[in-house]
């Protein structure tokens, strides 16, 4: 009994997450930023990585909240972390100009790689980029590091 309420209580905050997922999305096609965010925001904190993704696309462009590059990757890093491919290509782009973190071919290198072996051609592209900006030792340590990479949900053990 214990086994089944606690199923139901999982499927029903799922779905609760779901609908706030998607009234964050409706609000935020219609333009209307803060209330995008005030939906998206507590589902992000709860670890997320489609939320986390897009607060961090938020902070980015400075939609409903300041533009603050800063905040925009550490929101990329949590859900790239998790395997978002989307938020590591975002990460790895944001290392290799430089916004919001120290420029750092190596981990640009890293996240694009990362997203790249999702099958995303762009991140193929980017990477190979990056890559001709790394000695050969540098590159093989951001190759062992992305060969490496393991995704981690939030909250796993």
């Given at each position: 009994?214990?086994?089944?309420?606690?199923?139901?209580?999982?499927?029903?905050?799922?779905?609760?997450?779901?609908?706030?997922?998607?009234?964050?999305?409706?609000?935020?096609?219609?333009?209307?930023?803060?209330?995008?965010?005030?939906?998206?925001?507590?589902?992000?904190?709860?670890?997320?990585?489609?939320?986390?993704?897009?607060?961090?696309?938020?902070?980015?462009?400075?939609?409903?909240?300041?533009?603050?590059?800063?905040?925009a990757?550490?929101?990329?890093?949590?859900?790239?972390?998790?395997?978002?491919?989307k938020?590591?290509?975002?990460?790895?782009?944001?290392?290799?100009?430089?916004?919001?973190?120290?420029?750092?071919?190596?981990?640009?290198?890293?996240?694009?790689?990362?997203?790249?072996?999702?099958?995303?051609?762009?991140?193929?592209?980017?990477?190979?980029?990056?890559?001709?900006?790394?000695?050969?030792?540098?590159?093989?340590?951001?190759?062992?590091?992305?060969?490496?990479?393991?995704?981690?949900?939030?909250?796993?053990h």
């Amino acid at each position: 009994m214990r086994a089944q309420l606690a199923c139901l209580l999982a499927f029903a905050l799922g779905s609760a997450f779901a609908a706030d997922f998607a009234t964050g999305l409706k609000a935020y096609e219609g333009h209307d930023y803060n209330a995008a965010f005030n939906e998206w925001k507590p589902i992000a904190d709860s670890g997320d990585p489609n939320a986390q993704f897009n607060i961090g696309l938020m902070y980015f462009d400075g939609k409903g909240v300041p533009q603050d590059f800063e905040k925009a990757v550490e929101w990329f890093r949590r859900a790239a972390n998790q395997g978002y491919a989307k938020a590591q290509k975002n990460l790895g782009e944001m290392y290799y100009s430089g916004k919001g973190v120290k420029r750092d071919y190596v981990q640009a290198y890293v996240w694009l790689s990362v997203c790249a072996a999702s099958g995303d051609q762009n991140c193929v592209d980017h990477r190979d980029i990056v890559a001709g900006k790394l000695n050969a030792g540098k590159l093989s340590t951001a190759q062992r590091q992305a060969r490496d990479w393991k995704p981690i949900k939030e909250g796993a053990h």
